[in-house]
């Protein structure tokens, strides 16, 4: 069975793109949100094996989403993604509980490599 | 790993145009007060984002100028900086110059001059990025696209069987997944409507031909795929469907532009934002609303002194609303100016020749006819944003290519209201079918408002003419015979003949056709040959035994009256 993951970014493009590299990858995009609260939502509704977070969004930015499903399931697997110089906040997120994170633009296969080390 | 270019970088466009417009909303929100924290977190967002996606396509001009604004925005939103006029008319001259690059963007793509001017004044006004300690942009060295290492399997596992139960369990539960949505290309949403309009024409065929058929057992069948057509029908027309709102949001912006341009002080209020229209039909009216909105500013709405003078408050109104109206939507965009002058028309009107010297007044129906004369106009000077006044007559000719019409109403010092009716959708209207003669023309519904029976006691004449007497009003009455140009009527006793009741705006207007044969979905198919010479056909469709018939431009019969 493919390994599931759920898409949270609150711009299409991105979402489409993080969805195609995955699938491609042998994934099955089973949610996406565009939202910190949605992703929050769906996750405990979806339980994907992975996650894959922006950090900047609206209605709860990425980094609370992140806090909110580690303290939901502490083995959540949460790939942030995050834009050019936010190393920052990169840090700030997985002291809440991601695994790890690419960074925008995305290059394909440092996407796949993240996922390999979130997934272990 | 391959990801298709082409289809990102018209995603891009999309998404950045919608960005675009959540950028000039909450600036205009910013711009009329109020707590400034949720506008600002906008923007900053919406730019931030158009900065990923542009990086990501590798337009270096625009996800240049996008983190130069962020970082801007990002010390707003601290509270760092303050949102001074000068810093607000900077960031609409950002977001002006971010929208003609987004349109134009490529890789190759340089910054444009507007863009290299709005730089400058943000500087001016909130001091360069170098100075503050947000991060320098860099963009990846290698190409989103062009990337081929081989595809590698994710190797994940589930690690225990229950688990593999447990996620399988909360996916397939039903109603666990969110809705999904699919992007589809406009011209396949096209092609589904043609086609779906050729299908109506078939099913209505299909019927005559199995009407007479004695097998119950056909007619049945029969019936159930003409419901069915109907019901796909009605599903794809739904899907053609969009808010007005997706045009009229971009009007705010353009209004405070114009009327800052003008000194004038407007207030402008959109109403019936949820309005759905085919879409298809809404792209084409977005350029005359254009044209009516500028002229109320630039002719309508007087500067705040004139205004005061003249007893108004110094802020005009300025409503554009949109309404369903039947099988019609009516737009509408009305100010409380000073009103059309109609001496001045009619003084110009008898000098270019355009109405008889021995008419000394113009009301609404002949005023509008003589403004949407082409070239017509009362404004000497040429301005900038209304240019010669060619705005009504531009309006004029797309509403009726659309299948629709434009009526006026104007009060001398109270001002202007100019409606648009147009059909809910373009490829497939609801229409009468009439007969005259041998010929049969289809009468769409959007300007029908009821029918009856041609009656000694409703007709009577008037002066020789024959009026039509309906619930204590008098309606002029027009003969489609003498329309289309056929030989009258037998007027022998007996003949039996009915009345069509056609309306554009307030005006109302009896029609006599030989017989009313019923209502039929039409599918429209437009003609482009001469078209003056056609004025009073807006298309032609096909019948359902196979015959042609032309479709009435209702709202052109009232012209000649």
Known sequence: ?120 | MKLDPQRYAELFRTESREQLSAINRALLLLEEGGDPSEPVSVVFRAVHTIKGMSATMGYHAVAEFSHELESVLDRVRRGDQTLAPDLMDALFASADALETAVDDASEQAAQTPAMIAALQRLRDVAGGSATSEFPAMQMPEGGVFDESPAPRRAGHEPRTTLELVAAADEVTRPGARPTRHVRVDLGRLDALMNLIGELVITRGRLLQLTATSPDPALDEAMQMAARLVSDLQAEIMTMRMVPVWQVFDRFPRLVRDAARQQGKDVHFVVEGKEIELDRSLLDEIGEPIVHLLRNSIGHGIETPEVREAAGKPREGRLVLSAARDRAAVLIRVSDDGRGIDRDRVLERAHRLGLVDESVKELDDAALFKVIATPGFSTVETVSDLSGRGVGIDAVQAKARALGGSVELITMRGEGTTITVRLPVTLAIVRALLARSGVERYALPLTHVRETLEYDRDVVQFVKGKPVLVLRDEVLPLLDLRDVVRQRPADDTPGAHREIVVIERGARRSGLVVDELIGQQDIVVKQFDAARDALALFSGATILSDGAPALIMDVGSLFEGS
């Open chain 1, 1 to 120: 069975m493919a390994p599931t993951v759920l898409i949270c970014d609150d711009a299409i493009f991105m979402r489409t793109m993080v969805s195609d590299i995955l699938q491609q990858a042998g994934f099955e995009v089973v949610g996406e949100a565009e939202t910190g609260a949605q992703a929050v939502e769906r996750y405990k509704q979806l339980r994907p094996d992975l996650v894959t977070m922006d950090i900047v969004m609206p209605d709860m930015g990425g980094i609370d989403a992140v806090r909110e499903i580690t303290k939901f399931d502490p083995d959540a697997k949460v790939l942030m993604c995050s834009a050019m110089g936010q190393q920052a906040l990169v840090v700030e997120a997985i002291q809440a509980g991601a695994k790890d994170f690419v960074v925008k633009p995305f290059q394909p296969s440092r996407v796949l490599e993240a996922v390999q080390r979130v997934l272990g």
